[in-house]
């Protein structure tokens, strides 16, 4: 015969008295099994968190599907803009190499992965990924317009790119000092997201000038492009319109 779940707590479970240390008052049970070792739950129970800890779960639920969405985004426009399936692999490479600054930093300063590390790692990854983007773009132009080889167009474009990236690099590392530091009172609440960004943009330096180049060189193949020739076109436009009046 089973014991109805009143006559358990009323047995076992022992109801506690209303805790009035610090904020909190309330009546609790005690659901753990008196006799187990290792405080095995009472069977029946079940302990479920809820209050601001359900609420962060599902804000770190809805940042993940957000960051998720927004690569996909990114590649399928990419791949509409660049005519390959490739070349926007090579740019989403880069964010893999973010996540590897920026977890170290969190951990080496302390620092947990709440809301505000989530966004720096969002702001990061927008930063790296935007400038990639520029490289790729402009050795994509090399390639049809001046008949370079994958190679020789994405050593051009990153020779080419290095001042802007850098510089852009730079402005954000040192305007995310301050915040990293939390020097002030009250400042304490926006650390995480200094730090996640600082932590984003020190491996996605790197990443962007020299791990994003050497994959474009090993995964993008074919002929160069031959260059448009003006002279040509025009020659062609002309005998055109002389076979129309024909």
């Known amino acids: 015969m089973t014991q109805s779940r009143d006559a358990i707590y009323e047995t076992v479970g022992k ?130 317009n001046e008949g370079l080889s994958p190679i020789e167009a994405i050593r051009k474009a990153a020779e080419m790119r290095v001042r802007p990236i850098t510089m852009t690099a730079l402005a954000a590392f040192f305007a995310m000092i301050p915040t990293a530091l939390a020097l002030e009172t009250g400042s304490e609440a ?9 932590g984003g943009l020190l491996a996605g330096e790197p990443a962007t000038l020299f791990v994003v180049p050497a994959l474009y060189s090993l995964m993008i193949h074919g002929k160069p492009n031959q260059p448009e020739d003006p002279e040509a076109e025009s020659e062609n436009e002309a005998e055109g319109e002389q076979v129309d009046d024909e």
Do not use: W
Not at 25 to 30: I, L
Not at 190 to 198: C, E, F, K
């Open 15 to 144: 109801l506690k008295p209303p805790e009035t240390t610090g904020n909190q008052e309330g009546t609790t049970y005690d659901a753990f099994d008196p006799n187990s070792d290792n405080h095995q739950t009472l069977e029946g129970v079940n302990i479920i968190l809820s209050g601001e800890y359900s609420r962060m779960t599902e804000t770190f639920k809805d940042l993940a599907i957000g960051l998720v969405l927004a690569v996909i985004l990114i590649y399928f426009m990419m791949v509409a803009l660049d005519k390959s399936f490739l070349v926007p692999l090579c740019v989403l490479s880069a964010v893999p190499l973010i996540l590897v600054g920026t977890l170290p930093m969190l951990y080496f300063t302390g620092t947990s992965i709440n809301v505000q590390s989530l966004l720096g790692i969002i702001f990061s990854v927008g930063i790296k990924v935007a400038n990639t983007v520029l490289m790729t773009d402009v050795a994509q132009d090399f390639r049809k």
């Open 190 to 198: 926006n650390a995480p997201l200094g730090r996640a960004i600082l």
